[in-house]
């Protein structure tokens, strides 16, 4: 390639070196063309940070405020001064982070620029005119460049005395290969990441998946932090938007969960502005102004009319960001909000509203994993004289739990779990593993799910349970989800051959809406038992077994009124231990459904609902059969018992005939 150009403004070049806002200014202008806002400083700050010395920053700005160039100009900047020799971006997929890997070529190869200031980078870039194949054979004063231009990594040219000399830019998607990465130079030297960029690490689809972002966390916490090898740090910078509550980045955001990434969350309006009625007669005259021209120049034309009276009140983050067809940012920041609502509070206040899935507040995931007892798992606490579980049958899983109840429904999760047992923290039904298939070895599915129960309840029911008071307990009645049609005959047929039989009842969960007939409804026949929203048929028949009904929607309400109960009161449901995080996969399951309100035939109920994100709810299953168990074995709360129906005398025939007509 010849000799070196020389560097053509050495004084810009160095005024850059530990100044972040520098380099940006002066190498990429076209880029960052508007002033900056003060949360831009901020951020640009926590960026110089973790470069030079180190430490993990998430930041999570408004859309289109430069956040992905932000990013992309960080890893220029690490690697042209030498900072760091080895940078991974990554992204919410492999595409995605091959675009930031596009965007970052183009500009060592076309920003004027960098090729005056930075030579040896960007003077063996351009002599590859385009052409990859050229790299293997590039030569400087004799000597191979080394340089690498894939579709997934960078390696810039090895020249001797150049700071930036054989660093390494590589790509990956967060769910793709990131363990163990690293790369051997010429020298025989191994150099792992020393530098992260994530830039949006998850997807629309991944957010609204609770099992995704659980995922994605765990993969950051894990492969991504472990980049840099043992005993060693690595530097991390996640540019990152919040799609919805509780999603991945709105928990690496949260300085309580994860404080190590030290999140900074901007907005695009901190205050709003308090003439809320002509912010009104505003949206009426854009509306019109659009439906009569296709603009908003009516409106423009009342804001700039009312403008003083308008403002007032208001804090605008970017003063400078506003279409051509607008007067300020604030202008601009509330016909987003006009435009979109909930997205203008996702995209650009990183704050997105709730989703409306019902119209009762239900408690989130956080609050029922922190609704905790202290007790150690599997104690009973003193107060309870009801032991009940429950088992809700998969395919591949038994999904099980068990409550202690006092006589008024205090409740307590004494145990629950998966067979065969997961041994992790996280899972989902689709991904488990083992299986029931695997407990015995050459049966089927029916064969199998027999074998699981068996060795369940050998295990559970066989056992006894220590109170506080010490005495022992075993658990009174356990029901077995018999509603899959596949495994009902066979859930069936345990329950009668069962060495517990004596306290397994089969159970059916029954779908009871509001133009249902109701439980309490229901005409008794002899031999029923009946309670409340639970009945107990007498049967004949093939099965010969007696079995529960129950109206899962009034226990699953019963349920969530439970967990909403104050800490102390009678009737409220806790769970056991002191750590939070241990519960969260059950949080989730206990939130897997949300509430909706109906009428129909003179009565409103509620009708829960799977939420469309959700995959598990099988331990809110368990411990609404826990709860039906418990009614069984004759806890009542307070309130809810039925009054008994008069008992008419019984009046022979004869009597009946000489009564008067």
């Not at 992204?91 to 060592?108: P, V």
């Not at 308008?310 to 970017?318: H, L, P, Q, R, T």
């Not at 309870?384 to 395919?395: A, K, P, R, S």
């Not at 407990?439 to 066989?462: D, F, N």
Request: hydrophobic residues 40%.
């Amino acid at each position: 390639i010849g000799g070196l150009p020389e560097v053509v403004d050495p004084e810009r070049r160095e005024r850059c070196r530990t100044s972040f806002r520098s380099f940006c200014e002066a190498y990429f202008m076209l880029t960052f063309h508007l002033e900056w806002s003060d949360d831009h400083l901020r951020v640009i700050a926590k960026i110089e940070q973790a470069v030079l010395h180190g430490g993990l920053f998430a930041m999570a700005m408004p859309r289109g405020s430069g956040k992905s160039s932000l990013a992309e100009c960080a890893c220029l900047w690490a690697m042209l001064y030498g900072h760091r020799d080895f940078v991974t971006l990554i992204g919410s997929d492999e595409g995605h982070a091959l675009g930031m890997l596009d965007s970052i070529k183009t500009e060592l190869e076309s920003n004027d620029l960098l090729l005056e200031d930075f030579p040896a980078v960007c003077y063996p870039i351009h002599a590859l005119e385009g052409i990859a194949n050229r790299c293997s054979g590039q030569l400087y004063k004799g000597d191979r460049t080394q340089i690498g231009w894939t579709a997934n990594e960078i390696v810039l040219p090895t020249i001797a005395g150049s700071e930036a000399s054989g660093a390494i830019i590589r790509v990956a998607g967060i769910t793709g290969r990131i363990r163990g990465m690293k790369f051997k130079r010429p020298d025989g030297q191994t150099v792992r990441p020393s530098l992260v960029i994530l830039d949006d690490p998850q997807t629309d689809e991944s957010a609204r998946s609770l099992s995704q972002c659980a995922t994605r966390e765990r993969i950051l916490a894990g492969a991504v932090l472990g980049l840099a090898g043992p005993g060693k740090k690595i530097s991390g910078i996640m540019p990152c938007t919040v799609i919805r509550p509780g999603d991945m980045a709105d928990r690496i955001l949260d300085r309580e969960k994860h404080p190590e990434w030290n999140g900074e969350r901007t907005k695009m309006v901190y205050a709003f502005p308090a003439a809320e009625k002509l912010w009104e007669k505003y949206a009426e005259v854009r509306a019109e102004s659009l439906r009569a021209h296709g603009d908003i120049s009516d409106a423009t034309a009342f804001y700039v009319a009312h403008r003083e009276e308008m403002d007032e009140g208001a804090d605008v983050a970017w003063a400078a960001r506003f279409n051509h067809d607008e007067e300020s940012a604030l202008q601009h920041a509330m016909n987003l909000k006009l435009q979109d609502e909930a997205a203008f509070w996702a995209e650009y206040q990183n704050e997105p509203l709730p989703e409306d899935l019902g119209e009762d507040e239900q408690l989130s995931v956080d609050e029922i994993a922190r609704k905790l007892n202290g007790q150690k798992r599997g104690e009973i606490p003193i107060g309870c004289n009801h032991l009940t579980m429950f088992i809700d049958v998969q395919g591949k899983l038994l999904f099980w739990a068990v409550c202690a109840w006092e006589s008024d429904f205090t409740g307590y999760l004494v145990d629950y779990g998966a067979f065969p047992d997961q041994k992790r923290r996280y899972f989902t039904l689709r991904d488990a593993n083992p299986t029931l298939l695997e407990v015995k070895a050459g049966a089927g599915l029916e064969g199998s799910i027999y074998a699981g129960l068996e060795a369940l309840t050998g295990k559970l029911l066989g056992r006894e349970w220590q109170r506080d008071d010490g005495a022992m307990v075993r658990i009174g009645r356990c029901l077995i989800d018999a509603n899959w049609g596949t495994s009902t005959d066979v859930v069936y047929q345990f329950c009668r051959q069962s060495a517990h039989a004596a306290v397994l009842f089969p159970s059916h969960g029954r779908y009871v809406g509001a133009s249902s007939t109701p439980f309490a409804e229901y005409r008794k026949k002899q031999g029923d038992r009946v309670g409340l929203n639970w009945r107990i048929p007498n049967v004949r028949g093939r099965r010969a077994i007696r079995h529960v009904l129950y109206d899962t929607n009034f226990w699953k309400s019963f349920i969530h009124a439970r967990l909403a109960v104050a800490m102390g009161d009678r009737g409220c449901l806790s769970l056991f231990g002191r750590d939070p995080v241990a519960h969260q996969l059950f949080a989730e399951h206990l939130t897997a459904e949300y509430r909706v309100k109906t009428e129909g035939r003179g009565r409103v109920v509620d009708e829960w609902k799977l939420r469309p994100e959700a995959h598990d709810n099988h331990w809110l299953d368990g411990i609404v059969g826990c709860a039906v168990a418990a009614s069984i074995e004759g806890a009542v709360l307070p309130g809810t018992q039925e009054s008994a129906a008069p008992k008419r005398e019984r009046i022979k025939l004869s009597a009946l005939r000489r009564q008067p007509r």
